[in-house]
């Protein structure tokens, strides 16, 4: 099961508790580097000063402005709560997804998430101004993070239902499923594009690249559910789909319920990363890359690839956020840009260096 | 009775003349400098597709309405525009929609496209008049002049380009008296993420500008997406948006994200939203729009009226 590391001769991975426990740390570094960093500068005294008044309940500010209590409670807080959420939803479901389909490339655009998910997006866009003003005025912020959370959720569920066959999921034809209604969905997409007016397709492009911009408590608190689903089924799976990797017949004689594990595997993946998608758009890389990256460092086991690709998930999204929200300052990079520009030569440096230990 | 007679004739025969030349100009030949800097030849303005929601205007404000056989996505004023032949989106036009419509003359604000269309367009035989795009007065007296130049009708251009210069002008008095200069935000869209703001060079800033408003994202250059806690730092009195965008931005939508939230904007509710053609079109309507604009933003003021104009209607 240990995947040989050739030439790399002399090194050895550092154990898994202490490979879980940086990542933590790390994780935390980013979470308060999200908190402290933005193109509005606030003293750390000041920061930890609204914290502590905030987590007390103190009303009346002490030592600090109105304006700053704002900023840290209202913008940055809930933007690294979401940030967090998001890039540990859309790492771990790279690293399931990758396990159950035994396949490095498989993302979450492969179950049909992603595309399901803009295909709503831009049809909210595009043809239902109107539609978002029937919802209740609590959720009307919402509107478009509901149709897109919708959107992929179906086209999954669907592809899913695809490849069900007497009881039985094909993984081969799940996967081709997948392909096939991801391309219809991105030719409706393309489609409404086309339709749309140039203010709308602008719009679209901004939300396909993703942003943690214009994130709310509410926005966090309607991803949270999902996300914490996904999170508690981790250790659920993580042997299974580590006995997966032998093959499905493999894992049957070892005693796991195959069926079980990639119906579970693949309606928490649908949640998580829906809801994901739907309060921050699509992000690339993160789903892709951050397992590989646990992977090169920490080994194969899903019983560590799961957690740790959650907590280097969050860091890399929640550090990529605040550069995205300062190197452009005051206008606001596109996240995935960000993502991308950072961790793919970062990436590819790694594979390098280790080359071949992807197989 | 010999001298009514004669006056009688002589009347005739004026009211003839213009009978006897058919309609006003429809195949003078004359040629015209475009935006691109070309020697347009124009033959025949009896049938013009025109591109450009501020061109359409011009084109029904100087009486030539019922020559346009064919509009773009964006020509959505006067009304009677919108029932022409639609040829696209004028950023993605199709050469063959384009000449579907049978054009005699093409007339296009100039940033229509895509370059490959415009090209084959004007290879073909269909003379091509590029009208010179741009937010300021002196920039829609510009696009009236050659659309009327084009259009061989140089004298009712003189006319039209007189009167929006004089708004223009009125408009520019009656806001230098207003007292106070709010800082507002345009908004073009806010579904996704960061809100997309119209910063420094966009036509929003333009319109913010002749309104006697400060454009509180001019540290932003065109529309962007900016960092929520820059927008609440800059502390907007106002948020303008477009009635006509993608997601209907309501004042729950708007004043409910954070780069709003507990802004004076948010505090006193003052979300402004006028159709997208009317405030950034930059047509003949300009001043309407930029007064409009300004009454908003300065609540408990007053700017002298303008005098009513036939191509200056309700604003939608």
Same mark, same amino acid.
């Given at each position: 099961m240990s995947l040989a590391l050739p030439g790399i001769a002399g090194r050895t991975r550092p154990p898994a508790g202490l490979g879980l426990l940086v990542l933590a740390l790390l994780a935390l570094a980013a979470f308060a580097a999200a908190l402290c960093l933005g193109p509005v500068s606030i003293a750390p005294d000041r920061l930890w000063a609204v914290l502590r008044d905030a987590i007390t309940g103190t009303a009346a500010p002490s030592g600090y402005g109105i304006r700053e209590r704002v900023v840290?409670?209202?913008v940055r807080l809930p933007r690294a709560v979401l940030g967090a959420l998001a890039g540990a939803a859309t790492a771990v479901s790279g690293a399931i997804l990758q396990g159950v389909f035994r396949n490095p490339l498989a993302d979450p655009g492969l179950v049909g998430v992603s595309p399901g998910a803009a295909l709503a997006a831009v049809a909210f866009i595009v043809l239902a101004g109107d539609l978002g003003l029937m919802l209740p005025?609590?959720?009307?912020?919402?509107?478009?993070?509901?149709?897109?959370?919708a959107g992929g959720l179906v086209t999954t569920l669907l592809i899913g239902r695809l490849a069900l066959r007497e009881g039985y999921i094909s993984v081969a034809t799940l996967l081709f499923a997948g392909l096939a209604l991801g391309a219809l969905a991105s030719a409706g997409t393309g489609l409404l594009v086309f339709l749309s007016t140039e203010q709308q397709s602008r719009e679209f492009l901004f939300w396909t690249l993703g942003s943690l911009g214009g994130a709310t408590w509410a926005k966090a608190a309607l991803a949270a559910p999902f996300v914490?689903?996904?999170?508690?089924?981790m250790p659920v799976i993580a042997r299974g789909l580590d006995a997966l990797a032998l093959g499905e017949a493999e894992a049957f004689?070892?005693?796991?319920?195959?069926?079980?594990?990639?119906?579970?595997?693949?309606?928490?993946?649908?949640?998580?990363?829906?809801?994901?998608?739907?309060?921050?758009?699509?992000?690339?890389?993160?789903?892709?890359?951050?397992?590989?990256?646990?992977?090169?460092?920490?080994?194969?086991?899903?019983?560590?690839?799961?957690?740790?690709?959650?907590?280097?998930?969050?860091?890399?999204?929640?550090?990529?956020d605040v550069a995205a929200r300062m190197l452009a300052a005051p206008a606001e990079l596109p996240l995935g840009v960000v993502t991308a520009l950072i961790g793919a030569p970062f990436f590819l440096w790694l594979l390098m260096r280790r080359r071949g230990a992807l197989g | 009775m010999r001298s009514v007679l004669k006056s009688l004739a002589l009347v005739a025969l004026v009211a003839t003349v213009p009978v006897l030349a058919g309609p006003p100009q429809a195949f003078a030949q004359h040629k015209v400098t475009d935006a691109a800097g070309r020697q347009v030849e124009v033959r025949d303005t009896s049938r013009v597709v025109s591109i450009g929601g501020a061109v359409t205007e011009i084109l029904f404000a100087l009486g030539l309405?019922?020559?346009?056989?064919?509009?773009?996505?964006?020509?959505?004023?006067?009304?009677?525009?919108?029932?022409?032949?639609?040829?696209?989106?004028?950023? +993605?036009?199709? =050469?063959e929609g384009v000449l579907s419509a049978d054009p005699s003359l093409i007339l296009a604000i100039e940033g229509a496209g895509p370059p490959s269309t415009l090209d084959v367009l004007k290879q073909a035989s269909v003379p091509v008049v590029l009208v010179p795009d741009g937010h300021t007065p002196e920039s829609v007296v510009r696009k009236i002049e050659i659309i009327a130049e084009a259009m061989g009708v140089s004298e009712k251009g003189r006319a039209l380009a007189d009167a929006v210069?004089?708004?223009?002008?009125?408009?520019?008095?009656?806001?230098?008296?207003?007292?106070?200069?709010?800082?507002?935000?345009?908004v073009l869209s806010a579904s996704g993420g960061a809100p997309v703001v119209g910063g420094a060079g966009t036509s929003a800033d333009a319109m913010f500008h002749l309104a006697g408003v400060t454009n509180a994202m001019a540290g932003i250059s065109g529309f962007k997406p900016a960092v929520d806690e820059v927008a609440? +730092?800059?502390? =907007?009195?106002?948020?303008?948006?477009?009635?006509?965008?993608?997601?209907?931005?309501?004042?729950?939508?708007i004043f409910s994200l954070p780069a709003f939230k507990g802004t004076p904007a948010a505090r006193d509710d003052r979300l402004v939203a006028l159709p997208g053609s009317y405030l950034l079109g930059f047509g003949p309507r300009a001043p309407q729009a930029a007064r409009d604009l300004a009454l908003a933003l300065h609540p408990g003021e007053s700017l002298p009226p303008l005098p009513s104009r036939p191509w200056a209607g309700s604003g939608q």
């Open positions: 840290v409670l209202d005025g609590a959720l009307r912020p919402l509107s478009l993070s509901v149709a897109a959370f914490l689903a996904l999170l508690v089924v004689h070892l005693g796991i319920r195959v069926e079980r594990l990639k119906r579970i595997a693949i309606l928490a993946v649908a949640g998580g990363v829906g809801a994901a998608v739907a309060a921050c758009g699509v992000i690339g890389f993160v789903g892709l890359v951050v397992p590989h990256l646990v992977r090169l460092t920490l080994g194969p086991s899903h019983k560590v690839l799961l957690p740790a690709s959650a907590l280097l998930g969050a860091a890399v999204l929640l550090l990529a | 309405g019922d020559r346009v056989v064919g509009v773009d996505q964006t020509s959505t004023y006067p009304a009677e525009a919108r029932s022409r032949p639609n040829v696209g989106y004028s950023r +993605t036009l199709a =050469p210069r004089a708004d223009f002008a009125t408009l520019a008095q009656g806001v230098a008296q207003l007292k106070g200069k709010p800082r507002a935000v345009f609440l +730092t800059a502390d =907007p009195d106002a948020v303008v948006v477009m009635t006509d965008g993608g997601q209907k931005l309501t004042a729950d939508v």
